[in-house]
């Protein structure tokens, strides 16, 4: 079964950085490019970044220039996305998608939800 | 950056109605790379329609998109129970990559 499954509830203090993990299962990962997209609380889908999981390729939005690092490990099927400088805003729940291309995004990690509170 | 605008914001509707949801791009989607999306809470999205008219493996034939350019159409041509959801229309060609605001569609 193709799926993508994330790591669990994290909570975190203002400043603080935190590293999400979305591990492919069924298909090979470095097979397809990977987004990120959050939703904060009575919001809607944001788009955060992606990442060419074959080759490392990466892309963010400028709302996150600087903050977030996205990476994959291969040997490991799991893509990664780290966000630094935390602050009340980026309380959100936070998806990792697949991306088919033409396609667009088919496979949805179940998400993680982030809490940044001091 | 595309900006996608959803209308109506809300759409209160009985089963068995039909839904029209409408997307419009600030700018022509290259290619009508535009995507539908179900999202319902506790869940992650759900694909529906790609490319502006493709159904997605396994979504129902009552599930219907159009359009080209600027606007996009997402039909729902019977509403089932398990339709009361928010809907998203996103741009996947450009980037960054834009999601509309949501429409909702709420039982009546």
């Known amino acids: 079964q193709v799926q993508l499954v994330q790591s669990g509830t994290e909570v975190q203090k203002p400043g603080a950085s935190v590293k999400l993990s979305c591990k492919a299962s069924?298909?090979?990962?470095?097979?397809?490019?990977l987004h990120w997209v959050r939703q904060a609380p009575g919001q809607g889908l944001e788009w955060m970044g992606w990442?060419?999981?074959?080759?490392?390729?990466?892309k963010y939005s400028q709302n996150f220039q600087g903050r977030v690092t996205i990476t994959r490990d291969t040997s490991a099927n799991t893509a990664y996305m780290d966000l630094t400088s935390l602050r009340s805003e980026d309380t959100a729940v936070y998806y990792c998608a697949r991306d088919v291309g033409a396609a667009a995004f088919d496979i949805w990690g179940q998400g993680t939800v982030v809490t940044v509170s001091s | 950056e595309t900006v996608l605008t959803q209308s109506p914001g809300v759409l209160s509707l009985s089963p068995g109605e039909r839904a029209t949801l409408s997307c419009r791009a600030s700018?022509?989607?290259?290619?009508?790379?535009v995507a539908w999306y179900q999202h319902k809470p506790g869940q992650a999205p759900r694909l529906l329609i790609y490319a502006a008219s493709s159904r997605a493996t396994g979504v129902p034939g009552r599930f219907s998109g159009s359009g080209s350019g600027t606007d996009f159409t997402l039909v729902i041509s019977s509403l089932e129970p398990e339709d009361f959801a928010v809907y998203y229309c996103?741009?996947?060609?450009?980037?960054?990559?834009?999601f509309g605001g949501g429409t909702k569609v709420e039982i009546k």
């Open positions: 700018q022509s989607v290259r290619s009508n790379y």
């Open positions: 990442i060419n999981a074959g080759d490392g390729h990466t």
């Open positions: 996103q741009q996947y060609v450009t980037s960054p990559i834009t």
């Open positions: 069924g298909y090979t990962l470095s097979s397809y490019a």
